[in-house]
């Protein structure tokens, strides 16, 4: 019975205790869900801060591994040559082959002229470098070193992977920024699409790339640097820095890593008894049309005559482009010349087998008309396989030199098909020298070429020693005609120098980069004049006549000073009632 009544009592309770008790129970939730809340955030920052440690430590590890691969690189330049003067520069570079003994680096260090070059491992042991390869265009190059010369350290290979980069990607910069030794940069990928830095008119551009940015900070001295992920891996190459931001700029891998392969095979198949091994330029082939080529976004096309149906095809096919590569410049004496022109834009890029289109418009007026016309019909119907990226761009044509290629673009709204001979990079860049009377001169490469809007192969003086100096002919000269014979190459120059007898004064014609539409005549220097004459013995006359006229404002102000003096002496004497 008392069990029963208990049960009663419990079963029947007043409306006010159940509120009480149901207040309490939700406190009790409500405490115990704070708890559980505070609970979870410790957890959660325990486990960010385990896995904070974890990745330093995986970071510490992979740099302790990636400094025995990265080297300092000393570079003494032993004279003028193309853009760069004598002298000598402190690089970074990376072994990426450590059975062949290669060495990664940029191409403005390794330049593309004679130069010696060591390298300096983590443990100060130090081997002599030999210049590999230097890209025409993009900034990568390799260094060779013997393997068997470094006793005291095993060397660690950096495998290269481009396909890895990513915005927001972590990453590290190993290197010697501003010369110091191993220094370690860190940042975060922040564009992938970034056009490629313009470092001046008279120097080392790369064009028709993309490059990453990142706010790393780099300085002179990390040129050549890998750009590393948490697993040691690069995925770029660092080439250069602003000098007003903290960004630093980075190559992509994927030319270098095409370059590295087909050098690797080359090397490969002479040690094993293969094909001689003839040299890197043979090895790796690149292609050009002599053309510049720039990225610009859908909005800058429209304004071009891309049509609204062109576009959303192309983004129909490539969900993820923002644009398309238009012509930005068309190097004279190159294969696009009279075809191409600056606003083009490019969609299609192949393959062709018929000759190459004439430069002359009413040449094959018919061939060019039935081409447009079958450009149009197959842009309109889409069917084309869109060229919208360097990538595209360089693999056909390095695997096309000396073939033609058609090259379908958008002008004006209408579509245009030429077809074109794809021309061989190597064989635009100079690979010897003349050097006389203190002198050197090379073929102009196509770097200058493009920055100077000149044809390449012109004779060009990278130097002016004693000989043109004497007669006022300054360094970056391209030198037209000697003694009145035309010098259009380099080894026309040189007969025309050996056709002189020691000592001759002769007349030479030459032009500048800046003015290089006005042909200038050299100084003839007096036959009685000092043998050792200073290099400007015949100074500007706006020179002259500026020092005169400096001279007599010196004059002048120094007399009015001393009169000026004089008065106040002689009025000061007068006050004081000398007897002078």
């Given at each position: 019975?008392?069990?029963?009544?208990?049960?009663?009592?419990?079963?029947?309770?007043?409306?006010?205790?159940?509120?009480?008790?149901?207040?309490?129970?939700?406190?009790?939730?409500?405490?115990?869900?704070?708890?559980?809340?505070?609970?979870g955030?410790?957890l959660?920052?325990?486990?960010?801060?385990?896995?904070?440690?974890?990745r330093?430590?995986?970071?510490?590890?992979?740099?302790?591994?990636?400094?025995?691969?990265?080297?300092?690189?000393?570079?003494?330049?032993?004279?003028?040559?193309?853009?760069?003067?004598?002298?000598?520069?402190?690089?970074?570079?990376?072994?990426?082959?450590?059975?062949?003994?290669?060495?990664?680096?940029?191409?403005?260090?390794?330049?593309?002229?004679?130069?010696?070059?060591?390298?300096?491992?983590?443990?100060?042991?130090?081997?002599?470098?030999?210049?590999?390869?230097?890209?025409?265009?993009?900034?990568?190059?390799?260094?060779?070193?013997?393997?068997?010369?470094?006793?005291?350290?095993?060397?660690?290979?950096?495998?290269?992977?481009?396909?890895?980069a990513?915005?927001?990607?972590?990453?590290?910069?190993?290197?010697?920024?501003?010369?110091?030794?191993?220094?370690?940069?860190?940042?975060?990928?922040?564009?992938?699409?970034?056009?490629?830095?313009?470092?001046?008119?008279?120097?080392?551009?790369?064009?028709?790339?993309?490059?990453?940015?990142?706010?790393?900070?780099?300085?002179?001295?990390?040129?050549?640097?890998?750009v590393?992920?948490?697993?040691?891996?690069?995925?770029?190459?660092?080439?250069?820095?602003?000098?007003?931001?903290?960004?630093?700029?980075?190559?992509?891998?994927?030319?270098?890593?095409r370059?590295?392969?087909?050098?690797?095979?080359?090397?490969?198949?002479?040690?094993?008894?293969?094909?001689?091994?003839?040299?890197?330029?043979?090895?790796?082939?690149?292609?050009?049309?002599?053309?510049?080529?720039?990225?610009?976004?859908?909005?800058?096309?429209?304004?071009?005559?891309?049509?609204?149906?062109?576009?959303?095809?192309?983004?129909?096919?490539?969900?993820?482009?923002?644009?398309?590569?238009v012509?930005?410049?068309?190097?004279?004496?190159?294969?696009?010349?009279?075809?191409?022109?600056?606003?083009?834009?490019?969609?299609?890029?192949?393959?062709?087998?018929?000759?190459?289109?004439?430069?002359?418009?009413?040449?094959?007026?018919?061939?060019?008309?039935?081409a447009?016309?079958?450009?149009?019909?197959?842009v309109?119907?889409?069917?084309?396989?869109?060229?919208?990226?360097?990538?595209?761009?360089?693999?056909?044509?390095?695997?096309?030199?000396?073939?033609?290629?058609?090259?379908?673009?958008?002008?004006?709204?209408?579509?245009?098909?030429?077809?074109?001979?794809?021309?061989d990079?190597?064989?635009?860049?100079?690979?010897?020298?003349?050097?006389?009377?203190?002198?050197?001169?090379?073929?102009?490469?196509?770097?200058?070429?493009?920055?100077?809007?000149?044809?390449?192969?012109?004779?060009?003086?990278?130097?002016?020693?004693?000989?043109?100096?004497?007669?006022?002919?300054?360094?970056?000269?391209?030198?037209?005609?000697?003694?009145?014979?035309?010098?259009?190459?380099?080894?026309?120059?040189?007969?025309?120098?050996?056709?002189?007898?020691?000592?001759?004064?002769?007349?030479?014609?030459?032009?500048?980069?800046?003015?290089?539409?006005?042909?200038?005549?050299?100084?003839?220097?007096?036959?009685?004049?000092?043998?050792?004459?200073?290099?400007?013995?015949?100074?500007?006359?706006?020179?002259?006549?500026?020092?005169?006229?400096?001279?007599?404002?010196?004059?002048?102000?120094?007399?009015?000073?001393?009169?000026?003096?004089t008065?106040?002496?002689?009025?000061?004497?007068?006050?004081?009632?000398?007897?002078?």
């Amino acid at each position: 019975p008392m069990r029963s009544g208990i049960r009663a009592a419990f079963a029947f309770t007043p409306p006010e205790l159940c509120g009480v008790c149901d207040t309490a129970d939700r406190m009790n939730d409500a405490s115990q869900q704070a708890k559980l809340a505070v609970g979870g955030v410790a957890l959660a920052g325990l486990a960010a801060w385990a896995v904070k440690v974890r990745r330093e430590a995986d970071w510490e590890r992979t740099l302790e591994r990636v400094s025995r691969g990265v080297v300092v690189v000393r570079v003494s330049s032993v004279m003028a040559f193309d853009m760069n003067d004598s002298g000598c520069s402190v690089a970074t570079g990376f072994v990426v082959d450590g059975r062949l003994g290669i060495i990664m680096t940029n191409r403005h260090v390794v330049t593309s002229g004679p130069v010696t070059a060591d390298a300096v491992f983590l443990n100060k042991e130090e081997v002599d470098l030999t210049p590999l390869y230097a890209d025409p265009v993009h900034d990568f190059g390799f260094f060779r070193y013997d393997p068997s010369l470094i006793k005291f350290m095993t060397v660690a290979q950096i495998p290269l992977t481009p396909a890895d980069a990513r915005v927001g990607l972590e990453v590290r910069v190993v290197g010697n920024d501003a010369g110091e030794k191993i220094s370690i940069l860190s940042g975060t990928l922040a564009r992938l699409d970034r056009a490629a830095p313009n470092y001046g008119h008279h120097t080392y551009n790369d064009f028709n790339t993309f490059y990453y940015s990142c706010a790393s900070n780099t300085s002179g001295g990390s040129s050549g640097s890998p750009v590393i992920n948490q697993r040691g891996e690069a995925i770029a190459l660092n080439a250069g820095t602003s000098t007003k931001s903290a960004s630093s700029y980075y190559l992509p891998l994927e030319r270098p890593c095409r370059a590295l392969s087909l050098l690797r095979g080359a090397l490969h198949a002479q040690s094993k008894g293969g094909a001689p091994f003839r040299g890197a330029c043979a090895a790796i082939p690149r292609g050009t049309l002599c053309t510049v080529l720039a990225h610009r976004a859908f909005g800058e096309l429209r304004r071009l005559g891309l049509p609204p149906s062109v576009e959303a095809a192309v983004r129909r096919a490539l969900s993820r482009e923002t644009g398309m590569l238009v012509v930005d410049q068309v190097v004279p004496g190159g294969p696009a010349v009279g075809l191409l022109q600056p606003g083009d834009i490019l969609l299609a890029l192949s393959r062709a087998k018929g000759p190459p289109s004439s430069s002359v418009p009413a040449a094959d007026a018919a061939a060019d008309a039935a081409a447009d016309a079958a450009a149009a019909d197959s842009v309109l119907a889409g069917r084309v396989d869109w060229c919208t990226s360097f990538l595209q761009l360089e693999e056909v044509l390095d695997d096309a030199v000396g073939a033609t290629v058609a090259v379908t673009v958008m002008r004006g709204g209408k579509a245009l098909c030429r077809t074109l001979r794809v021309q061989d990079l190597h064989a635009l860049s100079p690979t010897s020298l003349l050097e006389a009377g203190g002198c050197c001169f090379h073929a102009l490469s196509y770097q200058q070429a493009r920055n100077w809007n000149m044809p390449p192969g012109a004779v060009h003086a990278a130097f002016a020693g004693y000989m043109l100096s004497n007669a006022g002919v300054p360094s970056r000269a391209i030198v037209r005609a000697v003694a009145g014979n035309a010098v259009p190459t380099l080894d026309a120059l040189q007969e025309a120098l050996q056709a002189l007898p020691d000592g001759a004064r002769v007349p030479i014609r030459y032009v500048l980069p800046h003015s290089h539409h006005q042909e200038r005549p050299s100084a003839n220097p007096n036959p009685n004049s000092n043998p050792h004459p200073h290099p400007h013995p015949h100074p500007h006359p706006t020179l002259s006549l500026t020092l005169t006229l400096t001279l007599h404002l010196t004059l002048t102000l120094t007399l009015t000073l001393t009169l000026t003096l004089t008065l106040i002496l002689t009025l000061t004497l007068t006050r004081s009632g000398s007897p002078w």
